[in-house]
C-alpha cells in the first residue's frame, strides 16, 4: 500500500481548520458572555454612582444649612458675649452687680417666667441650696426657689 502524502496532508489540514474553527466559536461564545457580564457591572456601578452622587449633594446641602445656622448662633454668642464683656468692665464704675446678673440673665428668668423688672434681689445657688461655684446656678427671688 502505497501513502498518498498529499492526500493525508490535506485532511490533516481540514481536521485543523475544524478544530480551529470550533474553538474560535467557542472563544467567540465566552467572549460575548464576558461582554454582556462587563456591560451588567457598569450600569450596576454607574446607578450605584449616580445615587452616591444624589446622596453626597444631599449631605452638602445639610452641612451648608447647618454651617449658616452655625453662623448665625456663633453671630448671637458674640453679640452676647460682647454684652458681658460691657457688662463686667463696668462693675468697677458703680454699676449695681445684681443688676447687671439680671440683665445677662434676663431671657433666662424669662422663660422661667419671672419678670425681671420685678425681682428684688437675685441669690444664685447650686442645685442643693449652696452657694453656686462652677454648678448649675438657679436664680432665687425673696427667698423663694424658682427651680422648674
Known amino acids: 500500500m502505497k501513502l498518498d502524502w498529499d492526500k493525508l496532508e490535506e ?3 481540514r481536521a485543523v481548520r ?3 474553527t470550533e474553538e474560535l466559536k467557542d472563544v467567540s461564545e465566552a467572549l460575548k458572555t464576558l461582554a454582556e457580564h462587563v456591560k451588567t457591572g457598569f450600569e450596576a456601578t454607574n446607578k450605584a454612582l449616580e445615587g452616591l452622587l444624589k446622596s453626597v449633594e444631599e449631605l452638602r446641602k445639610a452641612v451648608d444649612e447647618m454651617r449658616k445656622t452655625y453662623d448665625e448662633r456663633l453671630k448671637s454668642h458674640e453679640e452676647q458675649l460682647k ?3 460691657v457688662a463686667l468692665g463696668s462693675i468697677g ?3 449695681d452687680l445684681e443688676k447687671m446678673v439680671l440683665e445677662i440673665f434676663r ?3 424669662e422663660r422661667r417666667g419671672i419678670e ?3 425681682v428684688e434681689r437675685l441669690t444664685l445657688e447650686d442645685g ?3 452657694k453656686a461655684g462652677n454648678r448649675r446656678l438657679y436664680p432665687r427671688r425673696e427667698g423663694v426657689s424658682d427651680r422648674g
Do not use: Q
Open 11 to 13: 485532511v490533516v489540514e
Open 18 to 20: 475544524k478544530a480551529r
Open 83 to 85: 454684652g458681658i464683656e
Open 93 to 95: 464704675r458703680g454699676r
Open 107 to 109: 431671657e433666662a428668668l
Open 116 to 118: 425681671p423688672g420685678k
Open 128 to 130: 442643693g441650696g449652696r
